[in-house]
């Protein structure tokens, strides 16, 4: 799950809610955590995490106005990780590595202007500039790391404040924008802040140093990596290798390329040779399409250009999260009448690690400017009781072959045929349009079936072959289990 949203609340409580929430995930039946990025940002005790200032302050220093970050103290950050870990919930620390900001003194140097729109384009020739680049963290005191940076960490800025009208991206003189990363404006390095010099001998090894110190010091089992299209991919193939020498033992990786092309990801997990996961954005295009269509999405296609079906071994799935969440930079809702039908997608297929969203199971509620600059207020749903509900199927029924049936405009479905170990089956049928029926096998003879969602309460019988005319309902989904197994469990 991932365990927050652009708009949880800044009272500095998130930490805590955590740590007592943790068990009743752990019941439900999750199994990781992705959480926000604890370290210090630009907005002090409101910001969500991503813009960075100091990597080593999870809420222990006095810096940008505030001790706490807007997720709670460093303390009550390790407290909540540890309740987590004793429970067996693994924890992925979010890590932005792109940029820093809001840095602690200004400082000269040169560099040259480019088009923030063509970063092939030079609007000028060098020149000295003077822009926010000197980072030495007064409130940190060397404490964790005793490295300051300075302009030449980094490879370009967005401001020159003796020249603050030009509008440009100001490339530090000599150094060039880094190379495999996204095309977008001709070469996408450059997103916001100061970016990072990632080829700079001793930024790479902060960051190495900061990875092992959250692996020693916070414990986390993994990495959720942000904003990876802006950064060289070979950075992290080095940095993924030197993360699980040091941990000396398996660690989850995810990165975020957000992208709905499936050949840029294909591109990108060949450079990456497959080191790390990727979350399927495709896979939530496809969502969010299919849910506002008004029935009128062709569901043998909500599979297709996903990492789901291309790259199932690298996919992280996901239905919605905290940039594609009402009002935000990515926005493209996946609309809730569809999100029982993503979620059994995304949970009870063989295919792809899930991840579900905070909101999705906790409901939200919100206000704030959308792009055209009114103020919205926004509702969104709990789905916890069906999700508690997939969650129960995915741990006891989701298990061995997978008998697809993707052969209806409408009405799709699969089975999952059970396991030595799980030797139950189930059957999943969902329609984006009207009521559904459609046969298919699931290898028990003669056996009774109930509908999990409670949607349909008939049961359904197989027949002495092990198939059955499985239903659901129209814009719904039903997932079917053995009676007795049900029970059981
Ligand atoms: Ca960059």
Redesign the pocket.
């Known amino acids: 799950m991932q365990w927050f949203h652009w708009y949880i609340p800044a009272d500095g409580e998130h930490w805590n809610r955590l740590r007592s929430e943790a068990p009743a995930l752990a019941k439900a039946g999750i199994t990781g955590l992705w959480l926000p990025p604890a370290n210090k940002g630009i907005g002090g005790a409101n910001d969500v995490g991503y813009g960075t200032y100091d990597l080593y302050d999870l809420g222990e220093f006095d810096q940008k106005g505030t001790v706490r970050t807007k997720y709670g103290t460093k303390n009550e950050y390790l407290a909540a990780v540890k309740e987590c870990r004793d429970l067996g919930l693994q924890v992925y620390a979010d890590t932005v590595f792109?940029?820093k900001m809001a840095a602690d003194f200004e400082e000269d140097f040169e560099a040259v202007p480019f088009d923030p729109s063509n970063r092939y384009n030079a609007l000028g020739d060098a020149r000295t500039i003077r822009s926010w680049t000197g980072f030495n963290f007064p409130g940190r005191n060397k404490l964790h790391s005793s490295m300051d940076w300075h302009w030449w960490h980094f490879?370009?800025v967005d401001y020159n404040s003796l020249d603050p009208g030009f509008k440009a991206i100001w490339r530090m003189r000599d150094k060039q924008?880094?190379g495999n990363?996204d095309l977008e404006s001709g070469n996408?390095?450059?997103?916001m802040g100061c970016?990072?010099d990632?080829n700079h001998p001793e930024v790479r090894g902060e960051l190495k140093r900061w990875g092992e110190w959250m692996l020693d010091h916070v414990g986390v089992d993994g990495f959720r990596l942000d904003?990876i299209k802006?950064?060289?991919s070979d950075f992290f193939t080095d940095w993924i290798q030197s993360m699980e020498d040091h941990a000396q033992r398996d660690l989850f990786i995810v990165g975020e390329y957000w992208t709905y092309n499936i050949k840029t990801l294909s591109w990108y997990a060949g450079h990456t040779a497959g080191r790390m996961c990727m979350f399927d954005a495709p896979l939530h295009n496809n969502f969010h399409r299919a849910s506002r269509a008004s029935g009128n999405f062709d569901m043998r296609t909500i599979l297709d250009g996903t990492l789901m079906k291309e790259m199932p071994l690298l996919a992280v799935t996901l239905v919605d999260n905290h940039d594609t969440q009402p009002l935000q930079a990515l926005e493209s809702v996946v609309e809730s009448w569809f999100k029982p039908l993503a979620y059994a997608i995304i949970l009870l297929r063989r295919e792809g690690y899930p991840c579900i969203f905070h909101p999705d199971y906790y409901g939200a509620h919100y206000k704030d400017r959308g792009r055209d600059g009114n103020e919205y207020e926004i509702w969104l749903d709990s789905h916890r009781a069906i999700l508690d509900k997939l969650l129960f199927a995915r741990n006891h029924f989701a298990y061995g072959d997978q008998y697809d049936y993707f052969d209806h405009y409408n009405t799709i479905g699969w089975t999952r045929l059970g396991s030595q170990d799980h030797p139950h089956a189930l059957a999943v049928l969902m329609s984006d349009g009207s009521a559904g029926n459609k046969w298919m096998e699931v290898g028990k003879k003669n056996t009774t079936f109930r509908d999990l969602t409670g949607h349909i309460s008939d049961p359904i019988t197989t027949n002495a072959d092990g198939w059955a005319e499985w239903r659901c309902n129209g814009g719904s989904v039903s997932v079917w289990a053995e009676e007795a197994a049900i029970t059981n469990q």
């Open positions: 792109n940029h490879d370009s924008f880094e990363v996408y390095d450059y997103l970016d990072l990632i904003a802006h950064i060289n």
